[in-house]
């Protein structure tokens, strides 16, 4: 099963795509992009009342919701989020201490994992040379999509220091970024403890469909 | 913890401009400059809304911590009533956000000023919010 772990839609500030519209993408590039679902992270937000279950129906594609939120390591994807976390950390505010995020969220039944750690500022590479590791880090996202020449090249080092899991997103802001980059997985997922639970656990990787893209079209 | 920029100015009023009724040379003109089609010479084309200045741009009471140096970081119109030719617009500007995000480059900050624009029946022509970045 293949999610794309990291996406944005018009929910987000910085992206103008609908969700249904990237669905409308993924049902027309099917070929070179063999996606099985989508989870949403907009910026520093957690939307409770937000309902897909429709667009899941008519697309046949699994939706599922977490938040990207920024902290003194840089930025950081929370799944499994729910009241406890929300009323514990502000997801508005870009100074949220990771050290403390990360473990106190998998307490809560969700996980937090950092994204795009080879960016310079907001990733945990350049972090990491200054400040000690982050405890009950699980796993980082190895392969992002909107990432620059050798920011993801900069994550494998760190992938091996400290034995994290790794996994992909896209970082989707525009409806022709979606499902390039992702993550396969060995069992199947549906719902978001699905998701948290797999990623602490391990059996999966990133996938990169730029090439294909580029190929088919 | 709260974000450390003051938000209290949000929802505050800036400026508020009744314009003169629009006349058909305006109209004209701007179909012409910008190329857009106009079908109906007393049907201006919805983005003639860019055309119209209010007497302030900004608010006069931004926070000190916003920083000194902004650029327009893009604006979003979402467009209602057409306006037509004698149509008298009021637009109403008021702080509509503030908020803080990080990037490769550090820390931006960003105020969102949204202008509503109605027409003399209280119609609702265009609502625009226009997004600066401060660092």
Same mark, same amino acid.
């Given at each position: 099963m293949i999610l794309d772990l990291h996406t944005h839609s018009?929910?987000?500030?910085?992206s103008r795509a609908p969700v249904e519209t990237y669905l409308k993408w993924l049902a027309r590039k099917r070929e070179a992009l063999p996606i099985d679902g989508i989870v949403l992270t907009e910026h520093r937000q957690w939307n409770s009342?937000?309902?897909?279950r429709a667009l899941e129906d008519a697309y046949g594609l699994v939706i599922l919701r977490g938040a990207e939120v920024e902290t003194d390591y840089g930025h950081v994807l929370v799944y499994g989020v729910n009241e406890d976390i929300t009323r514990r950390f502000?997801?508005? &505010?870009?100074?949220?201490s990771a050290q403390e995020l990360i473990p106190a969220v998998a307490h809560m039944g969700g996980i937090a994992v950092p994204c795009h750690?080879?960016?310079?500022?907001?990733?945990l590479c350049e972090h990491y040379e200054t400040k000690p590791p982050i405890d009950?880090?699980?796993?980082?996202?190895?392969? &992002?999509?909107?990432?620059?020449?050798g920011e993801n090249e900069r994550v494998h080092a760190l992938i091996e220091r400290y034995g994290y899991h790794a996994f992909g997103g896209?970082?989707?802001?525009?409806?022709?970024?979606?499902?390039i980059c992702a993550t396969e997985f060995d069992h199947e997922i549906r719902t978001i403890d699905d998701l948290v639970q797999t990623l602490f656990q391990g059996g999966y990787r990133p996938l990169d469909f730029r090439d294909q893209l580029r190929k088919v079209s | 913890m709260a974000l450390e920029l003051d938000r209290s100015i949000i929802g505050s009023e800036f400026d508020r401009t009744i314009f003169d009724p629009v006349t058909d040379a305006e109209v004209a003109e701007y179909a012409a400059a910008s190329t857009e089609p106009q079908p109906d010479q007393t049907i201006a084309s919805?983005?003639?809304?860019?055309?119209l200045r209010g007497?302030?741009?900004?608010?006069? &009471?931004?926070?000190?911590?916003?920083?000194r140096a902004a650029f327009d970081a893009g604006k979003d119109i979402e467009w209602g009533a057409p306006i037509r030719v004698g149509d008298v617009l009021t637009a109403v500007s008021t702080v509509h956000d503030i908020y803080e995000k990080t990037g490769r480059s550090g820390s931006m900050r960003f105020l969102v000023l949204r202008t509503v624009i109605t027409n003399q029946r209280s119609e609702q022509v265009a609502v625009i919010d226009q997004r600066m970045m401060f660092r």
């Open positions: 018009e929910a987000s500030e910085d009342h937000a309902d897909y502000d997801f508005t &505010n870009v100074r949220l750690p080879g960016r310079p500022t907001i990733g009950g880090v699980v796993a980082v996202e190895a392969l &992002n999509g909107g990432s620059r020449r896209s970082d989707s802001h525009l409806v022709s970024f979606i499902g | 919805p983005t003639f809304v860019v055309r007497r302030r741009f900004m608010p006069s &009471n931004l926070p000190p911590d916003l920083g």
